[in-house]
């Protein structure tokens, strides 16, 4: 049996979600795709630190420890923040890896770059996990507008907010209140300040942009609003309306193709897509020429959800590359 060699870059809650389900799903990988998995590195900032039993002698702190063993071809990342993941990964593509990314902030910034450069070298580039976690936009959206063109995106994309909204309504909390819930819960980091200030969810609205339109807005064009200014007496009185509060992420291109997007709170009916979203939700709603407006929901982030959606793109990758080379 063929094997391709695997790194995985930050070794947190998505980077070990990868290891346990490759490990998981080891035997049906193999059966499915014909080639073996092999996790040959893992790269952190303390490699002293044995975060998985039996890991030990895969940890490293060295990206050139990393592309110095042979036959590494799949780098699986899942760092905070650009530097220094983009640097890995042009590296990565430059010594012919493919790049499997989970991190938003990164991709948000870097993603068209590191795309051409994939194209200059070759390989693929997977994101699904830096957009909505479980819910699939990224491939859905990549085979719509393979026929369709999409004018518009509407998004929920960041489950925090959208918990706290839902809690707001449903029970009457204040803002903090369900805060405190959702972090209790292990929705919202320690610090809150992404989620909650919208600058989580822009930077996944930046990323769809990319992708529908094959360009962004100027980032600092773009209005980010977020939820900490909604009061429980306007919930109620939205409510009383029949309107509900979301914290909608939106882009679209204009008739005379300028780009636009905002993200911020916005009232919207029982017609709207994005009305029924609730709890840690995520949901994009898509206005297409031929389909018409088509919404995915479901959940938005998390160990599982995220790790999952990076071995999928794993397993396209696979699939999509016709003579893959493998060592045996
Ligand atoms: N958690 C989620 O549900 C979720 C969902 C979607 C996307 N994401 C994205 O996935 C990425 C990882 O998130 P996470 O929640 O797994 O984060 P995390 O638990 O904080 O883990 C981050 C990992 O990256 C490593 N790291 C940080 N800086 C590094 C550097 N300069 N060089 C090498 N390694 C470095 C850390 O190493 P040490 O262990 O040595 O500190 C740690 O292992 C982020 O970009 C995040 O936005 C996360």
Redesign the pocket.
């Known amino acids: 049996m063929a094997t391709i060699k695997a790194a995985i ?7 070990q979600g990868i290891y346990h389900i490759l490990n998981e799903k080891r035997e049906e990988l193999k059966n499915k795709l014909g080639i073996e998995l092999e996790v040959a590195k893992i ?4 490699a002293s ?1 044995e ?1 998985v039993p039996g890991t030990a002698h895969l940890m490293t ?1 060295s990206m050139d420890d990393v592309l110095a063993e042979p036959g590494m071809q799949v780098v699986f990342e ?4 650009e530097e ?2 983009y640097s890995y990964l042009k590296r990565a593509v430059e010594h012919k890896c493919h790049v499997i990314t ?5 991709f948000a910034k870097r993603g068209l770059e590191l795309q051409a450069l994939a194209k200059v070298n070759g390989v693929f580039v997977g994101y699904e ?2 957009t909505a ?1 479980g819910v699939p936009v990224i491939k859905t959206m990549k085979n719509i507008l393979l026929v369709n063109d999409v004018s518009r995106i509407q998004g929920i994309l960041n489950g925090t907010s959208n918990y706290i909204l839902t809690k707001m309504r449903a029970e009457g909390c204040t803002f903090e209140e369900a805060l405190k819930e959702a972090q209790s819960l292990g929705y919202a980091e320690a610090d809150p300040y992404n989620d909650i200030s919208g600058q989580d969810a822009f930077k996944k609205l930046m990323i769809l942009s990319a992708l529908a339109f094959d360009e962004q807005p100027d980032w600092a064009d773009v209005e980010v609003i977020g939820i900490d200014s909604i009061s429980p007496a306007q919930v109620q009185e939205a409510n009383d309306k029949g309107l509900r509060y979301r914290h909608v992420a939106e882009v679209e291109r204009l008739d005379n193709g300028n780009i636009v997007a905002k993200v911020g709170p916005q009232l919207v009916d029982k017609e709207h897509p994005l009305y029924p979203v609730d709890d840690v939700n995520n949901a994009v709603a898509l206005e297409t020429n031929y389909i018409g407006t088509l919404t995915l929901i479901g959940p938005g ?3 599982y959800p ?1 790790a999952s959606v990076m071995v999928e793109d794993y397993a396209e990758i696979i699939g999509k590359r016709a003579g893959f080379v493998v060592t045996i």
């Open positions: 870059l930050g070794f947190g809650t998505v980077g790269l952190v900032t303390d630190r975060r702190t899942a760092i905070v923040n220094p993941a989970a991190n938003k902030v990164m996990a830096t976690g982030a998390g160990m995220t």
